[in-house]
T-cell receptor, first 112, second 115 residues
Framework: NAGVTQTPKFRVLKTGQSMTLLCAQD?????MYWYRQDPGMGLRLIHY???????AKGEVPDGYNVSRLKKQNFLLGLESAAPSQTSVYFC???????????FGEGSRLTVL | AQSVAQPEDQVNVAEGNPLTVKCTYS??????LFWYVQYPNRGLQFLLK??????LVKGSYGFEAEFNKSQTSFHLKKPSALVSDSALYFC?????????????FGKGTKLSVKP
């Protein structure tokens, strides 16, 4: 009963380094999302996907790239990390366009 | 443009008392409205949603919310608070017919329930 799994849970990067966050869901959901959560800012959508092979920009897409090569996986990449990308990142999925979101446990990223 | 506001950063309630966490929204057309809860160091969990129909929506853990179209509000309520309800609560909204990419979250309200 895994639901939505994010790896890694914690990561420290130096400015300019790259990394990829992996999100995997085992619920056969069509929709997947990447959010970032910052104190006092709530959740802001970075990118999302409405199905395998599709991606779309959210509210704060700059500095991030995503891929959805398989239905169950949604990858978030940082090509050149910046301190402003220090945040907690949440992946989520939903079955339908109106359905509730199921969230992972979060990935805490620190960029020095 | 869509927006959602949670006017209180923190709500303090004594255990056993009723609680209300406020949410107001602005969308074009009819809204889809959601409440989520986040416990420390965890992801968000779905509580309840309003899509259409009865204005009073019942959800998980004894929570309910009332959709008020004239006041554009969707306040979260519980008749009797528990210490275990202490968490961060998020309201979210998007317009009917809009994409999931347009789901907007409020900044969150921290609920503190004291024994």
């Amino acid at each position: 009963n895994a639901g939505v799994t994010q790896t890694p849970k914690f990561r420290v990067l130096k400015t300019g380094q790259s990394m990829t966050l992996l999100c995997a869901q085992d619920m056969n959901h069509e929709y997947m999302y990447w959010y970032r959560q910052d104190p006092g800012m709530g959740l802001r959508l970075i990118h999302y996907s409405v199905g395998e092979g599709t991606t779309a920009k959210g509210e704060v897409p700059d500095g991030y790239n995503v891929s959805r090569l398989k239905k169950q996986n949604f990858l978030l990449g940082l090509e050149s990390a910046a301190p402003s990308q220090t945040s907690v990142y949440f992946c989520a999925s939903s079955m339908t366009n109106t359905g509730e979101l199921f969230f992972g446990e979060g990935s805490r990223l620190t960029v020095l | 443009a869509q927006s959602v506001a949670q006017p209180e950063d923190q709500v303090n309630v004594a255990e056993g008392n009723p609680l209300t966490v406020k949410c107001t929204y602005s969308v074009s057309g009819n809204p889809y409205l959601f409440w989520y809860v986040q416990y420390p160091n965890r992801g968000l969990q779905f509580l309840l949603k309003y899509i259409t129909g009865d204005n009073l929506v019942k959800g998980s853990y004894g929570f309910e919310a009332e959709f008020n179209k004239s006041q554009t509000s969707f306040h979260l309520k519980k008749p009797s608070a528990l210490v275990s309800d202490s968490a961060l609560y998020f309201c979210a909204v998007r317009a009917f017919g809009g994409s999931q990419g347009n789901l907007i979250f409020g900044k969150g309200t921290k609920l503190s329930v004291k024994p």
